[in-house]
């Protein structure tokens, strides 16, 4: 089947998202910063405001784990702008290059909560490249749970056999695969290698 559909995800692709580019400058020491997020506001912790739930609710009960950590979790949600860089260029190029060639539909599906992604949409003008982008923490779903892809391929109108999906995270990536999906890996940032995934799947030259 010829690839129609090209599907990407967010951070680590487009956008540069660390907890650690805000909690360094919190807690002044990257070690304490780093242990903080591996053990208190951690990446499993932070998928519950991409699932759906709001950040009040996750800090608040977080807190009352955590006393001792309370006024530096209360910080989370109005830091959380501080903790995008910034747009990754590799990824960018990548879309605008596939968005210029006119041969595909692009479309995002991104973990990201429902209360922030106004901010990316207002911030990063590429995202408007999209013809539609499927939010994890709207559809109350989140990768990799099968059915976030099945949404997805319903939304957008299309067959996953037609469907090219691009992250970083290597378990989004086999639960695309499972779905029929072509799905390719963007690992340790290594756009080269990713662009030539896609090229072999599509037959577009960047």
């Given at each position: ?5 090209i ?10 998202w ?9 807690f002044g020491d990257?070690k ?13 912790w ?12 996750c ?18 949600f ?48 590429f995202l408007q ?7 994890s ?8 749970e ?5 949404r ?7 067959r ?20 029929g ?13 990713a ?12």
């Amino acid at each position: 089947m010829t690839i129609k559909n090209i599907v990407f995800d967010f951070g680590g692709v487009l956008i540069d998202w660390n907890p650690r580019y805000f909690y360094n400058g919190v807690f002044g020491d990257p070690k304490k910063a780093d242990d903080f997020i591996k053990n208190i506001c951690t990446a499993e912790w932070n998928a519950q405001m991409d699932a759906g739930r709001t950040f009040a609710e996750c800090i608040a009960e977080l807190q009352q784990e955590h006393p001792e950590y309370a006024h530096e979790i209360g910080l989370y949600f109005m830091g959380w702008t501080k903790m995008i860089s910034g747009p990754i260029p590799e990824g960018v190029e990548m879309l605008k290059a596939l968005h210029a060639s006119g041969k595909f539909n692009l479309y995002g599906l991104t973990n990201w909560s429902a209360e922030t992604i106004g901010w990316a949409r207002k911030t990063f003008d590429f995202l408007q490249l999209f013809k539609l982008i499927v939010v994890s923490g709207e559809e109350r779903l989140i990768k990799p749970e099968p059915l976030l892809y099945q949404r997805m391929l319903f939304k957008t109108q299309s067959r996953a056999c037609e469907t090219l999906f691009i992250d970083d995270n290597i378990k989004n990536v086999r639960a695309a695969r499972a779905m029929g999906i072509t799905a390719v890996h963007l690992k340790d940032g290594d756009f080269a290698a990713a662009k030539a995934e896609i090229e072999q799947a599509t037959g577009f030259k960047f």
